[in-house]
C-alpha cells in the first residue's frame, strides 16, 4: 500500500510556506509603492496586539555544501562581515521610517548561509543595532541556525546575552559516505560539543535538522543518524525531504548524479523508519516533517491551535507582519510579499541609494487571502472549512473533485463544509494542498518548479 501510494502521489509540487508560492508571484500589481502600503496597513493593525518577527538573512559560508538551495557566498574573507552588518541595519532603518510607533519584536530569526561565520562581537553588533530602535515583546523568541563545527561557546555565549534562547545545528546525516556527497563534514562529536554547551549556557530549545532523501543515503544511514539523534535528545527536530532542484541557478546541487540519490519508495520508508525511532522517546510529530519533545514551544503551540507556517518554516506563535532583511530575504505583510535583491552588490548599491532592496513581490487579492487561509489550516492542523462565509470559494467544488480520489486512498475525510487529513494522508499534505490552489491549477508549470512532494 505504501509503495502503491508513493508512486502515484510523487509529484512536483510546492512546499507551502507561502500561498501564492513565489513562482506565481503577480509582478503587473507590484511596486516598491504598494509593498510599503500594505507593510505599514498591517503593522498599524497588529504591532501593537502582537508585535513583528524579524528574519536576519547572513548569506556567507567559507565551503559549499552540495545539498543546500540556499541563497550563500562562499568566502574566506572574514572583512565581509561588518559592511554586511551596517547594511542589514540601514536596511532595518529604511523600514522603521515608514512607521509611527517602535516595532514590537515578537521573533527573531538569524539564517543563511551561516550565521555563525560571523565573529560573536558583530553579531552582537547586528542584534544591538536592531533592538536599539524597538521594544521587545513580553514573551519574544529570538533563534539562530548554528553550524556544529563552528558555533563556539563565544557565539553561544554573545547571542545569549543578547536574549537568544533558541538554536538549531545542522546535523544532515553523521555517515561519512553521505557527508562527502553533500560537502559537509562534521562528526557526530562536534554536534554533541555543540548540543551540550547550548544546554550548559541556558538555551532553553535545542533543535536538529535531519535530511533523508540524500545522495548514497540508505536506511541503515537514517537509522544510525536517529540512533546517534536519540542519544543528545534535541528539543525539536526537522526531519525532511532533500529537496533537489539543481536547476536553480547558482545553487550548489552539482556534486552527484540524480542516480545517486534514494529512490521515492526508499525515501517514504527512511523517513517512517525516522518517525517510529524518535516515537519510541517521546517525540510527536508536530505539522510535516517536524517533531517535537512535549515540553517544546513547538508542541505546545500545537495543541493550542496556534501552530505557523511562514518562510522560515514552522513557527510557534504567528505575527501577522514579517520583516525580512538581508540579500535574497523574503518579507510578508499578510497582504503581500517582498523579495530582496539576490547579490550582495545589488543590495548595497541600492540601499546606497536609501532605497529598500526589493526586487519582485506579490499583492494579494482577496481569492489570494482566502486560499491562503486554507492551505495554512492544511499545513498547521491538517483540516480546513468553509462553515465561514468568509472562506467560501467558488472552486470549492473542484477542488472536492480533485480531492474525491486521496479519500478513496484514505489520505482524508470529506464532509458538508470541511476536509481533515488522515494519519495517513499527512505525508501527502502538500499534494491535497494543491487541490486548493487556484493558481497552481490554471497554469501548470511548462518545466519543473517544484522539489518532489514524496
Given at each position: 500500500?505504501?509503495?502503491s501510494l508513493v508512486n502515484k502521489y510523487?509529484?512536483?509540487?510546492?512546499?507551502?510556506?507561502?500561498?501564492?508560492?513565489?513562482?506565481?508571484?503577480?509582478?503587473?500589481?507590484?511596486?516598491?509603492?504598494?509593498?510599503?502600503?500594505?507593510?505599514?496597513?498591517?503593522?498599524?493593525?497588529?504591532?501593537?496586539?502582537?508585535?513583528?518577527?524579524?528574519?536576519?538573512?547572513?548569506?556567507?559560508?567559507?565551503?559549499?555544501?552540495?545539498?543546500?538551495?540556499?541563497?550563500?557566498?562562499?568566502?574566506?574573507?572574514?572583512?565581509?562581515?561588518?559592511?554586511?552588518?551596517?547594511?542589514?541595519?540601514?536596511?532595518?532603518?529604511?523600514?522603521?521610517?515608514?512607521?509611527?510607533?517602535?516595532?514590537?519584536?515578537?521573533?527573531?530569526?538569524?539564517?543563511?548561509?551561516?550565521?555563525?561565520?560571523?565573529?560573536?562581537?558583530?553579531?552582537?553588533?547586528?542584534?544591538?543595532?536592531?533592538?536599539?530602535?524597538?521594544?521587545?515583546?513580553?514573551?519574544?523568541?529570538?533563534?539562530?541556525?548554528?553550524?556544529?563545527?563552528n558555533t563556539t561557546r563565544e557565539h553561544l555565549q554573545a547571542l545569549y546575552d543578547v536574549g537568544f534562547r533558541r538554536v538549531s545545528y545542522g546535523v544532515q546525516d553523521y555517515n561519512e559516505t553521505v557527508q562527502k556527497a553533500i560537502h559537509r563534514i562534521q562528526p557526530f562529536e562536534n554536534v554533541k560539543k555543540a548540543t551540550e554547551t547550548s544546554r550548559e549556557i541556558g538555551y532553553t530549545s535545542v533543535g536538529h535538522d535531519i535530511i533523508f532523501g540524500?545522495?548514497?543515503?540508505?536506511?541503515?544511514?537514517?537509522r544510525e543518524t536517529i540512533l546517534k539523534t536519540k542519544e543528545l535528545l534535541p528539543d525539536r527536530l526537522a526531519f525532511y525531504s532533500y529537496a533537489h532542484v539543481p536547476w536553480i541557478k547558482g545553487n550548489g546541487q552539482r556534486g552527484f548524479n540524480d542516480d545517486d540519490l534514494p529512490s521515492a519508495k526508499l525515501k517514504r520508508e527512511q523517513y517512517e523508519t525516522g518517525k517510529e525511532l524518535l516515537a519510541e522517546v517521546g517525540y510527536t510529530e508536530v505539522g510535516m516533517d517536524h517533531f517535537a519533545l512535549k515540553k517544546d514551544s513547538l508542541y505546545q503551540s500545537m495543541v493550542n491551535g496556534k501552530l505557523h507556517r511562514n518562510f522560515m518554516g514552522y513557527t510557534a506563535s504567528k505575527t501577522q507582519a514579517m520583516i525580512g532583511l538581508g540579500v535574497s530575504a523574503i518579507s510578508d505583510s499578510w497582504y503581500g510579499f517582498a523579495q530582496n535583491v539576490k547579490t550582495i552588490?545589488?543590495?548595497?548599491?541600492?540601499?546606497?541609494?536609501?532605497?529598500?532592496?526589493?526586487?519582485?513581490?506579490?499583492?494579494?487579492n482577496e481569492e489570494d487571502l482566502i486560499i491562503r487561509k486554507h492551505i495554512l489550516n492544511l499545513m498547521c492542523q491538517f483540516k480546513t472549512s468553509w462553515g465561514d462565509e468568509h472562506l467560501w470559494f467558488k472552486e470549492i467544488p473542484d477542488a472536492l473533485i480533485k480531492l474525491k480520489e486521496m479519500e478513496k486512498d484514505g489520505l482524508l475525510n470529506i464532509n458538508a463544509s470541511a476536509i481533515e487529513v488522515t494519519k495517513q494522508g499527512q505525508p501527502y499534505v502538500r499534494n491535497i494542498c494543491m487541490a486548493f490552489d487556484l493558481l497552481l491549477q490554471r497554469k501548470q508549470p511548462d518545466t519543473q518548479l517544484f522539489s518532489m512532494t514524496v
Open positions: 500500500m505504501l509503495k510523487n509529484i512536483a509540487g510546492p512546499r507551502y510556506t507561502s500561498y501564492p508560492t513565489v513562482p506565481y508571484w503577480d509582478q503587473t500589481t507590484f511596486s516598491l509603492e504598494n509593498w510599503k502600503n500594505s507593510l505599514i496597513k498591517s503593522f498599524g493593525e497588529s504591532n501593537a496586539e502582537e508585535g513583528i518577527s524579524l528574519y536576519i538573512h547572513l548569506p556567507f559560508c567559507e565551503s559549499l555544501c552540495t545539498f543546500c538551495g540556499c541563497n550563500k557566498r562562499i568566502t574566506k574573507q572574514h572583512s565581509v562581515e561588518s559592511p554586511y552588518i551596517n547594511a542589514v541595519i540601514k536596511e532595518w532603518k529604511l523600514y522603521l521610517s515608514l512607521f509611527d510607533e517602535k516595532p514590537i519584536i515578537k521573533e527573531l530569526h538569524l539564517g543563511g548561509g551561516t550565521p555563525t561565520f560571523f565573529s560573536p562581537q558583530n553579531l552582537k553588533q547586528l542584534i544591538s543595532g536592531i533592538l536599539n530602535h524597538a521594544v521587545l515583546a513580553e514573551n519574544y523568541e529570538f533563534s539562530f541556525e548554528g553550524h556544529p563545527n540524500l545522495p548514497f543515503q540508505t536506511l541503515v544511514h537514517v552588490e545589488d543590495y548595497y548599491q541600492l540601499l546606497d541609494k536609501n532605497t529598500l532592496p526589493v526586487y519582485r513581490g506579490h499583492i494579494l
